[in-house]
């Protein structure tokens, strides 16, 4: 158990939160495919993206780590070697799912398992789509890991997706990558666009229509390394704006943060709640950035649709959690997804907000919420589950509780977040002009 700390006097200071989650995965994926050096700065080096370092290294790709600095030595898609042994993807859904893109391609056989979370995750809807590429990816009766991916060779497709979901389109994408023919992909709604950046990035030739879903790939790009700076990730930032926005007699900037369009849904979420927040676009040749300055803030209720999903897809439980804390009733809906995510994460934000004092209807893709700026906490034993975002939920929910909290599963946040308790501690202690 974890005592988590509360914040009588709020909280204030800068932070440079870790690097982007899904740019790093990408970057040491892209890295690996490609000819020649790849340098990547400012690389997240939680659990997740570590087990994709660890994949490529088992698949012969030669890298070097210092801190947040990664060096890849790519060979191009083709050197990549058959495993000794089954790949662990740990608990990263985003390893599996977009390894199985680039493995139904090769000309060997792969098997893949994960910790117990990630194995109780479907895989079906990545293996299913593949197949129209002519993929060939064993699942167990129930459709998940462990997986045996028979590479074998690919053709072209055109595909219509049937979930919104940037993993699932990044799988098809690196399969169509080494197809026979160009594939067509048409998505749900639009999703994250960081694998169709980088890939350009890296010399192929990705091309997306005017109605941001439909993604035209052409195979057999000659791909060369490449210098990738990665932003500060908008999902762990979204942890301290909320903190900012609901905890009294708090500041925070938040520096060199990802800005994409398809990942800022938890900012419109903020600016729609009327929430204190400042943004200041920084230059880049990449990805967008800047930094952003939050406030304590009256917040108002917001109704979340099917439509608002994507963008927010991660950040949903603290979408819930500034809801808890706005004046009126809030509504999430249309986000079955979460069902399916390292928990339920509509069960257990439920659960976990009830405990402390918030009413909550539970939906089937959703939740209600009657917020309110106090809560009556009935239960100080939280929990995360396993959960790395269900962990830090509830220690942001806990700087506005009148006691300390305790909090089952910490060690789950180092999945994306490793220092997370200890930058937490620094903005108790922080200072913002």
Not at 181 to 206: C, D, V, W, Y
Not at 210 to 231: W, Y
Not at 235 to 257: D, H, K, Q, Y
Request: aromatic residues 4%.
């Amino acid at each position: 158990m974890k005592k988590l700390v509360t914040a009588p006097h709020g909280l204030h200071g800068s932070l440079t939160v870790p690097g982007d989650k899904s740019i790093s995965h990408r970057a040491v994926m892209l890295g690996s495919i490609s000819q020649g050096k790849t340098v990547i700065h400012h690389f997240l080096a939680g659990d997740d993206c570590l087990s994709t370092l660890a994949a490529f290294n088992a698949m012969g790709v030669k890298s070097e780590r210092d801190g947040e600095t990664v060096i890849i030595y790519g060979n191009g898609i083709d050197a990549l070697k058959e495993p000794a042994q089954p790949l662990d993807m740990g608990n990263s859904g985003t390893t599996t799912r977009l390894l199985m893109g680039i493995l139904a391609g090769r000309d060997f056989e792969t098997r893949l398992f994960g910790d117990a979370s990630l194995q109780k995750r479907p895989m079906k809807r990545v293996s299913e789509p593949l197949s129209h590429l002519g993929a060939r990816i064993e699942l167990t009766d129930n459709g998940t890991l462990p997986a045996t991916i028979h590479g074998q060779k690919l053709h072209g497709t055109h595909y219509q997706m049937q979930v919104a979901s940037a993993q699932v389109k990044s799988a098809l994408i690196f399969a169509a990558l080494q197809a026979d023919t160009p594939s067509t992909i048409i998505e749900k709604l639009p999703t994250r666009n960081h694998t169709e950046i980088m890939l350009n990035q890296f010399g192929a030739n990705i091309e997306t229509a005017t109605d941001q879903k439909t993604i035209r790939v052409v195979p057999k790009p000659e791909l060369t390394g490449q210098t990738v700076e990665v932003p500060g990730d908008i999902s762990s930032a979204a942890f301290f704006l909320t903190a900012g926005a609901i905890v009294a007699n708090s500041r925070i900037r938040l520096e060199r943060v990802n800005l994409n369009p398809t990942r800022t849904g938890i900012i419109t979420v903020l600016q729609k709640m009327g929430a204190d927040l400042q943004i200041e676009a920084l230059p880049t040749d990449g990805e967008p950035l800047g930094n952003i300055t939050i406030a304590t803030s009256q917040l108002k209720p917001i109704q979340i649709e099917a439509e608002d999903i994507p963008a927010v897809i991660d950040e949903l439980p603290l979408v819930a959690l500034l809801a808890a804390c706005a004046d009126g009733t809030s509504s999430i809906r249309g986000a079955e997804e979460l069902r399916v995510k390292e928990t339920d994460r509509i069960q257990t934000v439920v659960a976990e907000l009830r405990k402390l004092g918030v009413e909550v209807e539970e939906l089937t893709d959703g939740m209600i919420i009657k917020g309110r700026r106090q809560w009556a906490i009935n239960n100080d034993q939280l929990d995360s589950y396993g959960d790395h975002r269900i962990g830090m939920m509830d220690a942001v929910a806990a700087l506005k509780a009148d006691r300390p909290l305790q909090l089952a599963n910490a060690d789950a946040v180092s999945v994306s977040y490793p220092g997370f308790f200890q930058d937490l501690e620094r903005l108790l202690g922080g200072d913002l002009a």
